[in-house]
């Protein structure tokens, strides 16, 4: 399966929403197109999700009672949410998520059958210390920690220099990384070619670079899939 998936983070609106929605016509058969979109926003989307699969950004670590402000995988279920993102580094930086608690809602979110998308990815500081294997290396192993090979899940590989930058990794530099990443899922859950996107800066003008690499499974978008015309540029550009 390919896949290609937006993060909306916080921003759209209710008519930016409704604009999306009616942007988005043909989409093409076998791939997982969605759209993780803000959880206030997620039953408003539920003309969105007759063409496409929408998803979540977050879930909580926990399973119900006095969390104010959090949402939980039941809730997920409930609602059926098609997908959901765990350890986005926006929330790692901002939040405070730690790989165990990465690990923690990676685990919620399979305990009722949600589609989690594992986001990793390295530093500036790092990837110039030239430390990017060590770090995907701690991420995935402490974030897939009591995970089992047929847990159903997908990696998306995000420097996080190149997220909102304008900057991407070279194209080599993507599909070997992403290769590594299917080594070490390999070694850790035995688990054969896992689903890797790319994230950082994905745009119509720069997909067809990365989204057909060989080790490539897809992209996860951020600024431009709040555009379906975008959004839908990117779509095309998948062999
Ligand atoms: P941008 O595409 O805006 O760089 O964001 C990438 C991202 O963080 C998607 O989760």
């Not at 800066?201 to 670079?209: D, E, I, L, M, R």
Request: glycine share 10%.
């Amino acid at each position: 399966m390919r896949y290609l998936l937006g993060n909306w983070k916080m921003n759209m609106s209710l008519s930016q929403i409704d604009k999306f929605t009616n942007g988005i016509e043909q989409l093409k058969p076998n791939i997982f197109v969605g759209v993780a979109v803000p959880s206030i926003y997620y039953a408003y989307c539920y003309k969105l999700k007759q063409k496409m699969s929408v998803g979540l950004q977050n879930v909580s670590e926990y399973v119900s009672g006095a969390y104010t402000g959090e949402i939980s995988a039941g809730m997920l279920e409930d609602v059926q949410a098609d997908f959901c993102l765990v350890g986005h580094s926006e929330r790692r930086q901002y939040f405070g998520e730690t790989d165990a608690r990465v690990n923690s809602k990676l685990k919620m979110l399979l305990s009722k059958n949600i589609l989690p998308v594992l986001c990793v990815g390295e530093t500036l500081e790092q990837y110039e210390a030239n430390e990017t294997r060590k770090v995907l290396n701690e991420q995935l192993t402490q974030g897939l920690a009591g995970i089992t090979a047929t847990d159903d899940f997908v990696i998306a590989y995000e420097p996080v220099w190149a997220i909102g930058t304008g900057k991407t990794a070279t194209e080599a530099e993507i599909d070997s990384t992403c290769g590594y990443i299917k080594e070490i899922v390999k070694q850790i859950l035995g688990k054969e070619n896992i689903a890797v996107l790319y994230g950082g800066s994905v745009k119509s003008t720069n997909s067809a670079g990365i989204v057909n690499l060989p080790n490539v499974d897809g992209a996860l978008v951020g600024g431009a899939s709040q555009n379906a015309d975008e959004f839908i540029k990117i779509l095309n550009i998948f062999k």
